[in-house]
């Protein structure tokens, strides 16, 4: 109660003070409270991922944001990786108490502004919860697949109603946020059904369905939600294109499913940032996974530069396709000078004396420490392969610091010496290559996270125990 008590106590302060100097400051908004068992010092908030403010932690792991001239909306506050939604109006005073160990079932708000938000964190953990049934229900017929989801929505409606009837009043805004809290997941699961039924049943095809299955669809605008970034409106979006899309493949076969999904994306939304997004992660994607034939590759990546606006996200793309067509499978990797640990400087060709796995550093504390995790993971799994680590980000202090704190074997680290283009060594996709002792390339573009990783090093292990054998 006493940590509550200070900090509306300097909340008040602040707004009595600001208020007798200025009319003007009279709209400004507090966001602060407890953050236990922090990942990271800094607290931020983000509208529509763009930084709005932050602070850091003090030593009793509190903090306090003081925002000007807020425009009411929904956000995120983020600390390390893990982030949760918050919705903000001018003048509130918003306090929240969580325990990052369990962040989003320990979220408590108090202050003003709270009911709004006790209400969103609880529909998120329903929603999580509900998902956990639509497992059996995809396996059901049609019509006992819309009456278990009218069943819902029939419980959801009255809760909605309850809300509205029960709470003080609330902005037009506000309760459009709600509805997609609330309905938004049932529909997005809706889009989901004839994807997961055709694979629980073996089919050839997608089911056919009636024409009132998709009946939702009627009274959603795509183009004309302000919630775009809020994750029942992302899941439903994404959800939508993308069983479309596979109805689509189904009658162009020839057509490779993420040059389809680029075409429904271009042809179906009209909100150019979230438009670019989108054609952006499919694209990458694509990229990545090596998922299109080399014509439909082509014509992949002419949907996108034609319809993507935004010059960055071109210029991110370029990179990354630049970066692709270095260090090719079957290639030799190029010299260039390292720095281990002990200041001392050697060449990449030197270091190298076995089966070799290089994975580049990412930047922020967050993504470190999952790369660490997941190196460690790796190393304990495949003792015959030896991960090297490469940063070429970090300044000496914090790059030894950070490999002390994750536990990484410090012989198996580096930092880059030479200046090198970052068309090897993107930034955004810290990458990954598997070497043989000779250093020559046993994979394409990938990196450690990639859900196929541990798959190519085991085919990578098999390949060398066969010609090892051979070679006997």
């Known amino acids: 109660m006493q940590f509550y008590f200070r900090y509306f106590l300097i ?56 925002i000007d001239s807020l425009k009411a909306g929904l956000y995120t506050f983020k600390n390390g990786e893990e982030f949760q939604y918050i919705y903000l109006e001018p003048k509130d005073s918003l306090l ?16 003003k502004g709270a009911e709004r938000n006790n209400f969103l964190i609880q529909l998120f953990l329903e929603n999580e919860s509900q998902e956990k049934l639509y497992f059996d229900y995809f396996s059901l ?24 009837d029960g709470t003080i009043k609330q902005s037009k805004e506000y309760f459009d946020l709600i509805y997609t809290a609330i309905y938004f997941p049932v529909f997005s699961n809706k889009e989901k059904y004839p994807i997961h039924y055709k694979h629980i049943h073996h089919l050839k095809k997608l089911p056919t369905l009636s024409k009132d299955f998709y009946k939702h669809r009627k009274n ?23 069983n479309t899309s596979l109805y689509k493949q189904e009658m162009d076969s020839l057509s490779d499913l993420s040059v389809i999904i680029l075409k429904q994306i271009s042809k179906i939304i009209t909100k150019e940032k979230l ?24 014509i992949a990546q002419r949907i996108f530069f034609e319809n993507c606006t935004d010059k960055d996200t071109k210029k991110e793309v370029i990179n990354l396709i630049n970066a692709i067509n270095t260090f090719k499978k079957g290639s030799n990797l190029f010299s260039f ?60 202090y914090n790059w030894k610091s950070y490999i002390k704190a994750t536990n990484l074997n410090r ?13 090897f060594f993107p930034k955004d996709i810290p990458r990954a290559i598997i070497l043989d002792r ?25 390949n060398a125990q066969n010609t090892a054998i051979t070679n006997k």
């Open 275 to 298: 438009k670019n997004t989108m054609l952006q992660k499919t694209f990458i994607s694509s990229l990545i996974d090596n998922s299109c034939t080399k014509s439909n590759g082509k």
């Open 11 to 66: 909340s008040f302060l602040l707004i009595f003070i600001f208020g007798c100097k200025s009319s003007v400051k009279n709209d400004v908004t507090y966001f602060g409270g407890h953050i236990k068992n922090p990942k990271d010092i800094d607290v931020t908030i983000y509208k529509d991922d763009i930084e709005i403010a932050s602070t850091k932690l003090n030593q009793d792991q509190k903090f306090l944001i003081k």
């Open 220 to 242: 959603i605008n795509l183009n004309h939600n302000l919630f775009t970034n809020y994750y029942t409106y992302k899941n439903y979006l994404w959800n939508t294109i993308y």
């Open 96 to 111: 929240i108490r969580l325990n990052t160990w369990d962040f989003d079932e320990s979220l408590v708000f108090s202050g």
């Open 141 to 164: 017929n049609e019509a006992l697949f819309i009456k278990k989801t009218d069943s819902l929505i029939k419980l959801k409606t009255i809760q909605f109603n309850q809300f509205k």
């Open 337 to 396: 000078r390292l720095k281990n640990t002990r200041d001392k400087t050697l060449n990449i060709k030197h270091i190298i004396t076995k089966n070799t796995v290089i994975y580049f550093w990412p930047k922020e504390l967050n993504h470190i420490q999952n790369m660490a995790k997941r190196v460690n993971y790796l190393s304990k799994r495949h003792p015959d392969i030896r991960f090297i680590g490469i940063d070429f980000q970090l300044d000496n």
């Open 411 to 423: 012989n198996n680290q580096f930092q880059l010496v030479d200046k090198i283009d970052n068309k």
């Open 438 to 462: 000779n250093s020559i390339i046993q994979s394409d573009f990938t990196f450690l996270s990639h859900h196929n990783f541990e798959q190519k090093l085991l085919v990578f292990e098999k």
